[in-house]
């Protein structure tokens, strides 16, 4: 597996929305494994987002709006 590499402004975008998802998440008194479910996405993918450690998809993104039941401007 490559490891991905990001320049800093890209790192923060990253960080950003991984700590949105969490704060949301959270709000939602959900864990990281019932957000995954409910995703249909593993519950480690969930982590690696809120942890900055992946380039998440739009499509995994909506699914992570629907999940969490907000609009998936919320996220951004």
Known sequence: MPI???S???KKILIKFGEKV???RKE???SQEE???RAELHRTYIGMI???EKNITLI???KIAKA???DIKKLF
């Open 4 to 6: 991905e590499i990001y």
């Open 8 to 10: 800093m402004d890209n």
């Open 22 to 24: 969490r704060s949301l």
């Open 28 to 30: 939602r008194n959900l």
């Open 35 to 37: 957000l995954s479910f």
């Open 50 to 52: 809120e942890r900055a």
């Open 60 to 62: 995994n993104i909506e």
């Open 68 to 70: 969490l039941e907000v």
